[in-house]
């Protein structure tokens, strides 16, 4: 079961057709527009066995990994949407798997309409990977350190055909980096010339090279300093509004979250357990676990009031608990916990999977 992550507020008549009081023909509810993102029951499952004799000497079992289990979620064009939680949850394995790195185990990914997973197959896979691209978390390893900047954001460009000519190589190379914040004299220069904050932007520049719709962004501040991350977070979201990108943002950071996304959703041991709009999710989280990673964040303006840790720590993926994954941190499990796994499920336009929610217990 799927949510609509955005809707669009804009309700145009459609012309021609009017509305009136008494009136036998009623104009038509315009048609809600498509999600860009519909991700519909996604799940990844590594084979994280021993080798083949080793099990037999040792009698053991194949152990089967499942890094994302059932996932599901929307974002429509122009939007946001974060995925948090805490490390190990599946985050990056979801952005791994939007992008083609890996294939599903089971589910899948439309994107503007179309089987992406079916295209990364095909002869059309060339045409929608222009269409999406990824931010790497870490801006020391994903650039060529062996690599001119001016060849390392060109590279797509090449790839894909886009262009040859080396003089309208060069200057499409400089409007990309005057888009970041650097400058087109930077070309020259190599990665260990510069911060870490502008590798990143240069990462940025890369992505951005074929003009895609859709950026997966895998952490892509977790690696710079506090004042870095404000000025890359601040170049992302003016290029959102410029060029109307689609974001799926990965991170681990709620301050983070909050400033850029739309909606928010939140991961447990491969399985998103809070789906929401961002007011509402800081607001009036449903979740225990989303309550427990709100409550930890310290509070500026609220200094007498004692902090509450995150309980426990996750439990190991290759044996995870029997019914809620979070029963043994939850200070709200019972008998139903223990032994039933929750559903998402819609309940006043947040999507939650909790017992205790859905039973009115908290």
């Keep these: 079961m799927n949510t609509r992550v955005m809707d669009d507020p804009a309700k145009a008549m459609t012309p021609g057709l009017e509305a009136s009081v008494g009136s036998e023909v009623c104009s038509p509810r315009p048609a ?4 860009l993102v519909v991700v519909e029951d996604l799940a990844r499952t590594f084979d994280v066995s021993a080798p083949w004799l080793n099990r037999v000497l040792e009698r053991k079992p194949r152990q089967l990994l499942h890094a994302v289990d059932g996932v599901s979620f929307e974002i429509a064009r122009g939007q946001t949407l974060a995925l948090v939680g805490e490390s190990g949850c599946g985050k990056s394995t979801v952005a791994r798997l939007l992008v083609g790195l890996y294939a599903p185990t089971r589910g899948r990914f439309l ?10 197959a ?21 650039l060529n350190p062996r690599w001119r900047v001016e060849d390392i954001v060109a590279e797509p460009l090449r790839e894909h055909g886009l262009l040859n000519d080396a003089a309208a190589l060069r200057e499409r190379v400089g409007e990309l980096l005057r ?5 087109p004299h930077d070309m020259v220069k190599y990665p260990h010339q510069f911060s870490g904050g502008q590798r990143q932007r240069i990462s940025i520049a890369r992505a951005l090279a074929t003009r895609p719709d859709f ?12 004042s ?26 709620l301050a983070v979250v909050r400033h850029v996304s739309d909606q928010v959703g939140v991961m447990y041991l491969g399985r998103l357990v809070e789906l929401a709009d961002k007011r509402t999710l800081f607001t009036q989280p449903r979740h225990p676990y989303t309550r427990m990673l709100l409550d930890a964040i310290p509070k500026l303006h609220d200094t007498s009031r004692a902090r509450t840790p995150v309980q426990g720590e996750v ?18 499990a019972n008998a139903r916990c223990k032994a039933e796994r929750p559903v998402l499920q819609s309940m006043g336009g947040v999507r939650v999977a909790c017992h205790a929610v859905q039973e009115g217990r908290i």
């Design 215 to 226: 950026l997966v962004c895998d952490e892509p501040t977790s690696a710079l300093d506090v």
């Design 122 to 142: 095909s002869a059309q896979r060339r045409q929608l990977r222009r269409r999406i691209q990824m931010i790497f978390q870490d801006p020391y390893a994903s």
């Design 32 to 35: 809600l527009p498509q999600p």
């Design 228 to 253: 870095v991350q404000a000025q890359v977070l601040n170049i992302m979201k003016d290029l959102q509004r410029q060029q109307g990108l689609t974001y799926l943002f990965i991170s681990h950071n």
């Design 111 to 120: 994107f503007d309409g179309q089987d992406a997973h079916a295209a990364y």
């Design 179 to 183: 888009s970041v914040g650097l400058s």
């Design 315 to 332: 439990p190991n993926p290759l044996n995870p608990p029997s019914g809620c994954a979070f029963h043994p941190r939850c200070p709200h």
